[in-house]
């Protein structure tokens, strides 16, 4: 996953060079990768002119690759009527949104008066079309300044539920990259186990490093439950589709260092989403602002939150899942 500032026309250049980048590394055949290195500089475009500049995160997704562009502008109030061909607030022919949606086989908008817009468009080989939106996603940006970064995420799906891993490393820098990657080997290693004793053996594997914040959240198909187990500073919150979040609870600690108690909780959820995310993100956030963000894709609802709520200061990680069978 790359991010891109944009605050001139450089930036979306730079924009359209990492998606192209990210194309060829996941083996876009070269038509769909003209139709990527498009969507990047038109969504980038639309950034910069309509939204007063702000930032583009390129990711790989399955056999293609995700675009979510990102502002703080001043919002769409009728989202259908700016995405039509020859709609325009800044004097341009208006054929950006409208291409886009064109050129990508999965195309979503999520814009609220005031609020900014996020854009995330997905492009794959050229005639796979029929994608869906992946129930897990994520949002993981280094430190500003930084190359590596000390979040990471994974996760596992089988016939029984599917298992959601967060890890914070230490600090930022190389040293915490290494213990995040070490904290995900141990979650893959040890998935299938209890969510408190996979917590257990990340703890034991990171005692070489400078240790972690981690967290596990096992959605059950059966039960339509969660079983989550925390230490340090994850955030974890259950989102259903109509009602209050419901935020879970992590023991003080630090994975590879201290854990005077490791313990899961269970938790009920019915449809909607769950959120995980590290310590570069905020606790002051809740979806009343978004009308309608809980259905979007976990992708688009990771962006939003990640650009709303995001310290500045740290890494950054923010993963969405839904907690319904897919």
């Given at each position: 996953?790359?991010?891109?500032?944009?605050?001139?026309?450089?930036?979306?250049?730079?924009?359209?060079?990492?998606?192209?980048?990210?194309?060829?590394?996941?083996?876009?055949?070269?038509?769909?990768?003209?139709?990527?290195?498009?969507?990047?500089?038109?969504?980038?475009?639309?950034?910069?002119?309509?939204?007063?500049?702000?930032?583009?995160?390129?990711?790989?997704?399955?056999?293609?690759?995700?675009?979510?562009?990102?502002?703080?502008?001043?919002?769409?109030?009728?989202?259908?009527?700016?995405?039509?061909?020859?709609?325009?607030?800044?004097?341009?022919?208006?054929?950006?949104?409208?291409?886009?949606?064109?050129?990508?086989?999965?195309?979503?908008?999520?814009?609220?008066?005031?609020?900014?817009?996020?854009?995330?468009?997905?492009?794959?080989?050229?005639?796979?079309g029929g994608d869906l939106p992946a129930p897990i996603a994520a949002v993981v940006v280094p430190k500003p300044g930084e190359e590596s970064c000390?979040?990471?995420?994974?996760?596992?799906?089988?016939?029984?539920?599917?298992?959601?891993?967060?890890?914070?490393?230490?600090?930022?820098?190389?040293?915490?990259?290494?213990?995040?990657?070490?904290?995900?080997?141990?979650?893959?290693?040890?998935?299938?186990?209890?969510?408190?004793?996979?917590?257990?053996?990340?703890?034991?594997?990171?005692?070489?490093?400078?240790?972690?914040?981690?967290?596990?959240?096992?959605?059950?198909?059966?039960?339509?439950?969660?079983?989550?187990?925390?230490?340090?500073?994850?955030?974890?919150?259950?989102?259903?589709?109509?009602?209050?979040?419901?935020?879970?609870?992590?023991?003080?600690?630090?994975?590879?260092?201290?854990?005077?108690?490791?313990?899961?909780?269970?938790?009920?959820?019915?449809?909607?989403?769950?959120?995980?995310?590290?310590?570069?993100?905020?606790?002051?956030?809740?979806?009343?602002?978004?009308?309608?963000?809980?259905?979007?894709?976990?992708?688009?609802?990771?962006?939003?939150?990640?650009?709303?709520?995001?310290?500045?200061?740290?890494?950054?990680?923010?993963?969405?899942?839904?907690?319904?069978?897919?």
């Amino acid at each position: 996953m790359r991010s891109v500032r944009i605050i001139d026309s450089t930036g979306v250049a730079q924009a359209r060079r990492t998606a192209q980048s990210l194309g060829e590394s996941v083996g876009l055949d070269s038509v769909a990768g003209g139709r990527l290195a498009l969507v990047a500089t038109e969504i980038g475009s639309n950034v910069l002119k309509h939204g007063g500049g702000g930032e583009l995160i390129v990711a790989v997704a399955g056999r293609g690759i995700d675009v979510l562009a990102l502002d703080r502008g001043p919002g769409m109030a009728d989202v259908a009527a700016c995405m039509a061909d020859g709609y325009s607030t800044s004097g341009t022919p208006g054929n950006g949104l409208g291409a886009v949606r064109r050129l990508a086989q999965q195309f979503h908008v999520a814009s609220w008066p005031g609020r900014g817009t996020a854009v995330l468009a997905h492009v794959s080989e050229t005639g796979r079309g029929g994608d869906l939106p992946a129930p897990i996603a994520a949002v993981v940006v280094p430190k500003p300044g930084e190359e590596s970064c000390g979040d990471s995420w994974s996760c596992h799906e089988d016939a029984q539920g599917r298992t959601l891993f967060v890890v914070d490393g230490i600090g930022h820098g190389p040293e915490a990259a290494r213990a995040a990657h070490e904290a995900v080997l141990a979650f893959q290693r040890h998935r299938e186990a209890a969510v408190g004793d996979i917590i257990e053996a990340v703890h034991q594997a990171l005692r070489p490093t400078r240790g972690a914040a981690v967290a596990v959240a096992r959605i059950d198909w059966a039960s339509s439950s969660i079983a989550f187990a925390g230490l340090g500073n994850i955030g974890s919150v259950a989102v259903p589709r109509q009602g209050p979040l419901k935020r879970m609870v992590s023991h003080n600690g630090t994975a590879g260092h201290t854990a005077r108690r490791i313990q899961s909780f269970d938790y009920p959820c019915g449809e909607g989403l769950i959120v995980m995310y590290s310590d570069g993100i905020g606790n002051n956030w809740s979806f009343d602002p978004y009308p309608g963000l809980v259905l979007m894709p976990p992708r688009l609802v990771a962006g939003v939150l990640y650009r709303d709520a995001a310290r500045g200061r740290d890494d950054a990680a923010v993963l969405v899942a839904r907690t319904t069978r897919p």
